[in-house]
């Protein structure tokens, strides 16, 4: 059995997650700014589909993308030197959400429904939530969205609608996060188009003790802006 969560219940330590499903820690609570906040420090996160009650997982192991190890493809380097797009920072953060959630190959939508995109855009007007949006012939081609704390940056989602769009957001993100001392972006789940990037797994304790680490290093809250 997991805990159901009240509105001031902390977490319940991560080595309760259970094994099946992997990482299902607590269900309840809620979705505000405080709370979110608090989840993503403890290497947690919201996972639910629309109609079901909110559902925190931390699960072992966790995928992860340390900045220095990013993968950039050759195919992906010449793409990037071509001058034939755009990538803005912030400029876009629900519309990026919304595509995310957006039906995929004729699939149904994701498990990112109105109230996840409510909660996480106030995160983005608290300066802890950014996107990273690929835009060609001034349209919103690609992107992706996730949160940021101290030294860590936790991804969410991304979309694409043009070969490479998102992509290109990913690599521009990569560098900023070099650029400014970060020290791992959290993947989640392991996929196989996130371990040809250079993402791999880490035990959750280990995990659990970066983010110990990263999480009380000085941010830079409030809107990134630029490219």
Known sequence: MI????????????????????????????????????????????????????????????????????????????????????????????????????????????????????????????GHAHSFETWVDGELAGGLYGVAIGGAFYGESMFSRRSDASKIALAHLVERLRQDGFGLIDCQMNTAHLASLGAREIPRLEFAARLAHLTVQPGRPGLWGGT
Request: with cysteine.
């Open 3 to 126: 805990p159901w969560l009240g509105r001031d219940d902390p977490f319940p330590p991560l080595e309760r997650a259970l094994l099946e499903p992997n990482g299902l820690l607590a269900a309840g609570g809620d979705l505000a700014v405080p709370r979110l906040l608090a989840a993503y420090r403890r290497g947690v996160f919201p996972w639910f589909n629309p109609g079901e009650p909110i559902l925190w997982w931390s699960p072992d192991p966790r995928m992860v993308l340390f900045p220095d190890e990013f993968r950039l493809s050759r195919s992906l380097a010449r793409r990037l030197r071509r001058a034939d797009y755009e990538v803005r920072v912030d400029t876009a953060f629900t519309r990026v959400m919304q595509a995310c959630a957006a039906p995929r190959d004729g699939a149904a939508g994701t498990w990112i429904g109105a109230p996840m995109i409510a909660a996480y855009a106030a995160l983005h007007e608290a």
